[in-house]
């Protein structure tokens, strides 16, 4: 059998455009499928970037009328990608995020503007491209969850399609009455099809008639079954289970190398561990810490929402200061958690530094700069940046959710025996847990044989993308098959 065509379907990929965990995968899988003998196209919308970046586009589709406008689609190279790209002025030629307006306003328009990219991938999946179609239709989140619903709805042969959760927490949700324009036959707003809680969910369209569902970890896939964290969708992911299972993401393992990493003020790798000791000087210096060789210092990179339970962390500062550690935090988000870690970087110059705003060079100088990179997500599908901080030596202390779960061993007394920890865990998410969690670390911390175990596990533990693209490219196999 030959290699199946996926037609991956993303509202954001990197290095093109992104804003969170989501671009990663999208960006790494294709190369990390390549591996594996899969062909992987990307579909994405013609931001201005994006459109910026194209390398010798060629129209290959042409609509009259996409939602509103004239609209193209362009093949074309871009960040090391092969790409299928919808321009479509009218409804991406737009400033600020994929989805928001510079002044962080949703666009009001959303469901419309991504109901196109999947009518757009429905019309390549069913063949309005000479030369390609692809035998499935990978999609993601609900920016996505459009395409098999109308590969479902227009009947004929169609591709295979795979709806992947990175986020249950955005339903993609459109008023009713929009049903005709996003292009859904008036039969699909009931239960069995694109109706929620008396809305239309853009993203439950995929989970409904997707032939297969994918979240990012196995611990997501179990947990988004329960109404703890289904989001109200745990009943019909409880229906679909037979077709619901969990991969792991991966990082990619060529930028995130502390070995070959030219971000760095010095690269190391586990023989050369010393070196650490450079970084975590120079991010000293230049988050305006000072500069204590043997203050435990806390990383947080991360998006400041509810999600990712910092508040909790602004909770137990006293405890983290008084434990003689520090804090270097980078983040961009809710205004009321970017004015509390202000607030306490005022109140305790010196030893907590924040700077509001996104910085990918950054992020990479705090995974080699830091002791431990602290995560206490409230849920956490996959989670990314644990994973690069074992890459780096930084030992993550996340709550027991989702991916975090499966992806750091806690350093119980049974696997600190074993020598098998390679980070620390807390549940139940509270402050108070998180509160005894850094006592623990820090215990661990001043006992270095121990902590450099922990190191040394995480740095050694694979985190690429080798194993995660061998499930994709198996289910893939058998969805062509
Ligand atoms: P999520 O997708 O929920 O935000 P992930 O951990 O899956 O969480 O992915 C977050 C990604 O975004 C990681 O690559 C992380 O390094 C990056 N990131 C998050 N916040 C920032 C920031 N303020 N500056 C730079 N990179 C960030
Ligand atoms: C989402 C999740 C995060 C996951 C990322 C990539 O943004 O919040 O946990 O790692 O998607 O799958």
Redesign the pocket.
Known sequence: MTAPRVLSVASEV?PLV????????TGALPGALAAEGIEMRTLLPGYPGVIAALKKPKAVHSYADLSGGPARILAAQAGGLDVLVVEAPHLYDRPGTPYARPDGQDWPDNPIRFAALCRAAADIGTGALAGYRPDIVHAHDWQGGLAPAYLHYRGGPRPATVMTV??LAFPGKAAPSLLENLGLPPQSFAIDGVEFYGAISLLKAGLQFADRITT?SPTYAAEIRTPAYGMGFEGLLRARAGVLSGIL?G?DATIWNPATDNLLAHRYDLPSIAGRAANKTALQTRMGLIEAPDAPLFGV???L?G??GLDLLLDCLPTLLGLGGQLAL???GDAMLEAGFRHAAAQAPGRVAC?I????T??HHI?AGIDALL?PSRF?????????ALRYGAVPVVARVG?LADTVIDANPAALAAGAATGLQFAPVNADMLDATLHHAVALYRDPPTWRTLQANGMTADVSWTGPARHYAALYRTLAA
């Not at 705003?357 to 990918?360: L, M, P, S, V």
């Not at 956490?380 to 690069?388: D, R």
């Open positions: 990197f992104k804003t969170g965990g989501l671009a990663d995968v990175h986020n990012v993401n990082i990179i991360s998006r929402t999600q990712k980078l983040g961009a700077v705003g996104y910085d990918e950054l992020a995974q995560v956490e599908p996959c989670g990314l940046t644990q994973l690069c991916g």
